[in-house]
Each structure stands twice: as structure tokens, then as C-alpha cells.
């Protein structure tokens, strides 16, 4: 099965305490394309200008992802600045040259408007309506969105969300969406608005979805090293959604194993600069890292002699 | 089996955006008390001034805790004045009133240095070692500090480390103490410095556990109303170092088990200010509550269907 994701294809100049990358593929299509691209086929909907190199598209082609719907306007492709201190959950912002990303108007060309699932990652919440117009009956719409847009757009966000089957926000974006310190309450505002099911992202602290009345809780490894936490929460949605396209099936049990999916792909993307650890990422380096998420929660039932515990 | 706990008891008063208590009872080893006391014998060591209530001995005593070991002293009980924001990882302290606590010479009564469990609440680190001088064998040692002692007494710190077997520590304070922001780095060098049992607590994050080169992730639940969280912490190692008391065995399975009923008595604990939660708290109840951080964390294998994930 297809997922179709709109969004940013950017370069990334990133600073962190252990080093520096300018001018680095990023942007959040894009590590959510490759991400997900392990699992299923991926389509991918964006702009980039005219000084977008041939050898990113060939990478992408190479994982599989269909660039019919990358658009390639005249003019610069989007620039981020980013700066990480040793808390690596938060990125400052040093500059922010949207480009060609400005006047996006996200086009979805024929062959793609039966995608059976759709992720649209974090735009304004008025060009997500667009696509969702442009597409037929998806069995599944997954949308990120951003402080930005919650306090600036919250109407048409909260339109968006009506149309949306599963949001993955941040803890403190959930929060401030919902107006509600207590993420059990922030759900089921959030849940009232329409999308049945919220995954709420926590940076190193891992995830929590909640869905169909239930919470499940996934872990973040504890990594020896962490390079570069950019894309760490597109390449989770990728791992999970693209996941969940390959199975398509979106009940609680599968969702479950997404959400560790997608933790295990942002496990692998924090280790390097950009998607560079994507790059030479295989099957079973994925496999083998499920089954260390499993270790990582693993606990047995209490026993049941009587009075062993009291 | 028994474990002897030396620590606080004060007098709280705990201000959130949700309520006000005032001179409630509070107190690490207080709370690590009556968090053990679920399932072991407590044998508690504090200091108390005489303005300290009958009510709240008789609390102890109902609990099961032995208080033989509980001085009472001329002069105030330790009092602390504590503000929460919308953030209830973090408590601003408004006021300390050490008062009898600030000559507190732990004394162990003869008939508790045979104990075969110890936990050393958070006091200065000279003192953890005079009580480890008055102790014979325990078979576990735990041991609690924070963010002063780390600043103001590290050498003291460390020799009270290499006479500890688990070290029960936030987050921020773990990577302060190692001076290392990769918490698996960090727990690499505390490690070497004697502790062979690493406990992380992360506050709403729940905590991680490493140990003979294993890492465990006990997640924290998800809440419906978080009332009051002073005492969540000891509360966390009250259940599990009083769990593990009652098995003797700490190899990592137990240990695991050890940090998911640890949790859950965090998880009550915070559920009304002070102690209350745990004055009506069943072990029916805890049993359920267990049964839900199972389900909080299950997820099911990958099918192994060739093909099913490429």
C-alpha cells in the first residue's frame, strides 16, 4: 500500500554542542519519506528551487520514493538554522528562509489521489485542508502540526483536525492545543475535535498514544551517542504511519506496534547528522532493534504466591 | 525481611495551581515509609521535634512501621514550603525551616543493624555513611541524593557511592553528578564508582533502570489529575526497595519488577497532596494498577510473514 505525505524538503544547517552540518537534506517530508520507505511505498508531495541537487532526488528515488509530486519552481530551496544545546528536546531557531517553501500550494497529481493512507506533516493548516480535498476517501489521515500554527491558525486548525484520523503533536503542543495541563483531559478535548487516535511525542522521553480509550506508553532507547535529534519526530511518524500503511490495519494493536516502529526509526535518525544514518540503514538493523524495545520494557507478572506479597 | 530507612520528616506545605496544604505530613523517609510498608517491614530512622502530632505516629505505626528508631528533640519538626507551577516535574522551594533536622545524627538502635535492606534518603552523605558504619551486611544498600550535595559535598558523595549498591537519582542530577550528558555515559561512570544499580527517576516520564549492563524503562501513567507530586519520588523507591526486600533477589528481573511497583505507588501518590492517597491505598488496588502498567506497555512482536515488512 501507498502513504502520501506533504510537507517541507529543506536544507538544514544544525549546530550541537559535539558539532556542525551546513546546508544538510532535511525538512519534515523528507525524513518522513525515507523513514517510512522502509515499509511501504512512499509518495511524496513538495517544492524545492532550482538549486535542489540531483544527487538528494536520486537518493530519494533510490528508497523507493515516487517524486512525481515534488515540485521544482524557480528560485531557493527552504533554509533552516537550528541550534541544540545539551538539551537536546528543544531546538532554538537562528534563521528561517522559507523560499520557494512560501507559496507552496500543494498539487496532488492524479495518480496519487487514491493514496490509501495520507500524512500531512507539519504546514498551515489550510494547505492540509487542500490536499484533503484533493484526495479520495484515504483509509487513514495522520497530520503533525506546531505551536506556530495553534496560536496563530487555530480555526483552521481545529478544522483540519475534523477531517484528521490520527494527530501526532508534541507533549507540550498537546497541551497548549487543548488549553489543559493534564494530558489524559488534553486527549479527549483533542479526541472531541475529531481524530480518534493522538500520538503524543516526548523527545527522549519516548511516546504515548492514546486510542480507543486506551494509553500505551513507548519507550526511548538510552543511546551512548546522540548527534542530531532534527527530524527525530518526523522520522517516528514515517517509521509509524508508513508501518500502519503496510499492514493497513489501525486498530489498537497495531498502533502499538507502530508507535515502536516509529520509535525504533528515531532511534536510528538521532545517531547521525540529516538522514545520514537512513542512508545505510537495513531490515535487520530494524528487526534487531524491535527486539531491543522489547527487552527495554520487559517486566514480569508478580507471582502469585499467597503471601509473598502482602 | 526488613529495611531500615534513615531520612526526613517534616512538615510540608505545598502550594499548585490546583490547591493548598498547609503543615501536612511529608518527609522522605516519611514517604519511603509508608511506601514500603506495602510489603516489607519498615524500620524508620528520622528525627521529629515536639510539635510532632500522636496522629501521625499512630499513622506509622498502623502502617507497620517501627518507629524505635524515631527521635524526638527539643525544639520545631523540619519544615519545607514548596511551589509548583503548570510544570510538576519541578518544585520551587519557598522555604526551609531545618530545625531539629539540621543536627539530625542518625543513631541506629541495636536492634536494627542487623537489617538486610537500607535506604539512605536524601541527607547529606556524611551522614549515609555514618548509618552504613552502625549497619551490619546489609544485603542491599540504596541510596538517594540530589543536586546540593552533588555542588557542595562530591567528595563525600563519592565515598558514600562506593559503599552503595543502587543509587536512586533524577535525571538532571545524574548527568550533573557524572558531569556527562548521555545518560548512558553518565551511568557508565557512576557505575565505576561503585553502584551497581543505576534508578533514573523522570518525574511525569516515569524512570530507567540500568544494571549488570541492561537498561529498563518503567514508563509513568498517564493521569487523569495530578494533585500534588512532593514525595512521588521516595514514594517510587518506598515500593520498590520494599518490594525487593520482600524477595531478596536483585538480579535485573526482579529489579525490573522492582521499578514497575515503584511506579506504582508513585502513580497513587500523586493523586491527593501529602501521604492521603496512601492512607486508603489496598494492595487490590495496587495488584490492578500493576495489571495496567502491563497493559500500558504491551506491544505485540513483529510477524515473522516474509514479505509482511520489507
Known amino acids: 500500500m501507498s502513504v502520501l505525505v506533504v510537507g517541507s524538503v529543506a536544507f538544514d544547517t544544525i549546530r550541537t554542542p559535539f558539532g556542525t552540518a551546513t546546508g544538510v537534506l532535511g525538512g519534515s517530508a523528507n525524513y518522513f519519506s525515507v523513514a517510512a520507505s522502509f515499509f511501504t511505498d512512499v509518495r511524496l508531495v513538495a517544492v524545492v528551487g532550482e538549486d535542489f541537487p540531483e544527487e538528494h532526488?536520486?537518493?530519494?528515488?533510490?528508497?523507493?520514493?515516487d517524486l512525481r509530486g515534488l515540485q521544482r519552481v524557480p528560485g531557493k530551496t527552504f533554509r533552516w538554522v537550528g541550534e541544540y544545546g545539551f538539551d537536546f528536546n528543544e531546538a532554538k531557531t537562528l534563521?528561517?528562509?522559507?523560499?520557494?517553501?512560501?507559496?507552496?500550494?500543494?498539487?496532488?497529481?492524479?495518480?496519487?489521489?487514491?493514496?490509501?493512507?495520507?500524512?500531512?506533516?507539519?504546514?498551515?493548516?489550510?494547505?492540509?485542508?487542500?490536499?484533503l480535498r484533493q484526495v479520495r476517501r484515504p483509509a487513514l489521515v495522520a497530520a503533525d502540526t506546531m505551536n506556530y500554527w495553534i496560536a496563530r491558525k487555530p480555526d483552521a486548525l481545529r478544522q483540519t483536525l475534523s477531517m484528521v484520523d490520527a494527530l501526532?503533536?508534541?507533549?507540550?503542543?498537546?497541551?497548549?492545543?487543548?488549553?489543559?495541563?493534564?494530558?489524559?483531559?488534553?486527549?479527549?478535548?483533542?479526541?472531541?475535535?475529531?481524530?480518534?487516535?493522538?500520538?503524543?511525542?516526548?523527545?527522549?522521553?519516548?511516546?504515548?498514544?492514546?486510542?480507543?480509550?486506551?494509553?500505551?506508553?513507548?519507550?526511548?532507547?538510552?543511546?551512548?551517542?546522540?548527534?542530531?535529534?532534527?527530524?527525530?519526530?518526523?522520522?517516528?511518524a514515517g517509521g509509524a504511519v508508513g508501518y500502519?500503511?503496510?499492514?493497513?490495519?489501525?486498530?489498537?494493536?497495531?498502533?502499538?506496534?507502530?508507535?515502536?516502529?516509529?520509535?525504533?526509526?528515531?532511534?536510528?535518525?538521532?545517531?547521525?547528522?540529516?538522514?545520514?544514518?537512513?542512508?545505510?540503514?537495513?531490515?535487520?538493523?530494524?528487526?534487531?532493534?524491535?527486539?531491543?524495545?522489547?527487552?527495554?520494557?520487559?517486566?514480569?507478572?508478580?507471582?502469585?504466591?499467597?503471601g509473598a506479597v502482602r
Chains 1, 2 share one sequence.
Open 168 to 236: 501526532v503533536i508534541n507533549d507540550a503542543e498537546t497541551r497548549q492545543l487543548a488549553n489543559e495541563q493534564s494530558l489524559v483531559r488534553a486527549a479527549r478535548t483533542i479526541q472531541a475535535w475529531g481524530p480518534r487516535i493522538l500520538i503524543v511525542k516526548r523527545g527522549e522521553y519516548g511516546a504515548l498514544l492514546c486510542a480507543d480509550g486506551e494509553w500505551f506508553s513507548a519507550p526511548a532507547l538510552p543511546l551512548e551517542s546522540v548527534q542530531d535529534p532534527t527530524g527525530a519526530g518526523d522520522c517516528f
Open 57 to 65: 532526488l536520486e537518493f530519494l528515488r533510490r528508497r523507493g520514493v
Open 95 to 131: 534563521d528561517t528562509q522559507l523560499n520557494v517553501f512560501a507559496d507552496f500550494a500543494p498539487k496532488i497529481p492524479e495518480d496519487f489521489r487514491e493514496s490509501e493512507v495520507v500524512f500531512l506533516a507539519n504546514i498551515d493548516p489550510d494547505l492540509q485542508r487542500d490536499v
Open 244 to 306: 500502519l500503511a503496510s499492514r493497513m490495519q489501525f486498530d489498537v494493536a497495531h498502533l502499538r506496534q507502530a508507535m515502536i516502529v516509529g520509535s525504533v526509526m528515531a532511534s536510528f535518525n538521532v545517531e547521525a547528522f540529516s538522514l545520514d544514518r537512513l542512508r545505510t540503514l537495513t531490515m535487520a538493523e530494524i528487526e534487531a532493534r524491535f527486539a531491543t524495545f522489547r527487552r527495554l520494557v520487559h517486566f514480569d507478572d508478580l507471582a502469585v504466591r499467597p
